[in-house]
């Protein structure tokens, strides 16, 4: 077992730290779309950069926070008699906020996650509101760097109702010369009157290649098969490393193996599939066989709706498979409803503490069935 500390709530396990990201890659557009409001003097106060998971919204709020701290105010907005507008959020790697910012110690910058229960010493589940009233002393504080001030909270989605209330005041009330970055999973877990006190910026999953690149920047080793990755990933880099670091591409080969075999079924893959899930500090690799299990299943419904367009491969020989399990519309609805069953049948079952290898065989055992019956 590692001796390495587990990463922080704000960082994605294998990856750096969004503070030590120096290039945000595929989202170009919401950079711009920043720039853009800032350069014409409409900086708003409250800013949801929201999007899928893993595509970069903790790195932008990162260099948006740096950008804003190393440019004092009277500068872009287009004013007379000022320097030329800014075309990028990059600041130079030896600007004093950027050293400062990487060491974690800029006074104009709080960033608030979810923290460790004082009386348990365990992580909490949920951004508390004595994490959000931290900010009133650092309102209290004076301002450095051309007086602003930079909040970021990620992720919002975490927020209990009471901390949910307590950045509503501060957005109701801004304090001067204060930008709040909510990075948002699910914007739609927020409370309404947050998400319409603050302007959107929306990020979109990336490209293969794009995906390619922004791996590179983590020091992670791309592996054979980047299309696969690119494709099973769903365009998340944060999924991608969680798909490298737990071997999710051997798994979901290994799953298709077994979905090729049907309807006779492999039981000899489907019992090795099952005793990995099952093995002691297999939680985390038992979880991703759960939601790789999700995707197969919802990859089989969207083949059998749209079987003249197949989708990019996340296995070899994976469209061939699909196909065969599901030809057409008819086939589609039967494997869209049995992927309903099943998630409802997981979530059940990990309720009651279920065996995860009898939890996983039940699984397979459900797929034969509908396969059985095509």
């Known amino acids: 077992m590692s001796d390495a500390p587990p990463p922080a709530p704000d960082q994605a396990p294998g990856a750096p730290h969004p503070r030590e990201t120096r290039h945000l890659v595929g989202q170009a557009g919401a950079e711009t779309e920043f720039l853009s409001a800032f350069n014409a003097g409409r900086l708003h106060h409250g800013w949801l950069l929201h999007g899928p998971r893993g595509v970069g919204k903790a790195t932008l709020a990162w260099r948006i926070a740096g950008f804003l701290l190393a440019t004092p105010e009277g500068e872009g907005g287009g004013m007379f008699g000022a320097p030329p507008p800014p075309e990028t959020l990059d600041i130079d790697a030896d600007h004093p906020v950027a050293r400062r910012l990487l060491a974690g110690a800029d006074p104009g910058l709080a960033s608030i996650i979810r923290t460790a229960n004082e009386k348990t010493g365990r992580m909490r589940n949920e951004i508390v509101v004595d994490d959000i009233r931290r900010l009133n002393r650092f309102f209290g504080l004076s301002a450095t760097d051309g007086g602003r001030r930079v909040v970021i909270v990620d992720t919002a989605d975490e927020m209990n109702t009471n901390a949910a209330n307590a950045l509503l005041k501060m957005l109701e009330e ?167 069953e099943i998630i409802q049948r997981t979530r059940q079952g990990k309720a009651v503490n279920l065996d995860p290898a009898s939890l996983v065989l039940d699984t397979v055992f459900r797929m034969q069935d509908v396969s059985a019956g095509q």
Do not use: K
């Not at 490209?207 to 992670?220: E, F, H, K, Q, S």
């Open 174 to 340: 801004p304090p001067a010369r204060t930008t709040l970055l909510l990075v948002s999973h699910q914007p739609s877990r927020l409370l309404p009157t947050i998400r319409s006190r603050c302007r959107g910026l929306r990020l979109a999953p990336l490209g293969p290649d794009d995906m390619i690149r922004a791996l590179g920047n983590t020091g992670v080793e791309t592996p054979d098969q980047p299309d696969h990755l690119a494709a099973l990933a769903s365009g998340s880099v944060g999924e991608a490393l969680r798909l490298i670091n737990l071997g999710g591409l051997q798994i979901y080969a290994e799953l298709m193996a077994i979905l090729a075999s049907l309807p006779q079924l492999d039981r000899r893959r489907a019992l090795a599939l099952a005793d990995a899930a099952a093995q002691r500090n297999a939680g985390e690799r038992f979880e991703l066989l759960l939601n790789l299990i999700d995707i197969a299943m919802v990859r089989l419904a969207q083949t059998g709706a749209h079987a003249a367009a197949p989708m990019p491969e996340a296995a070899n020989g994976e469209a061939q498979i699909l196909m065969q399990l599901a030809p057409n519309p008819e086939s589609a609805r039967r494997w869209a409803t049995v992927a309903a």
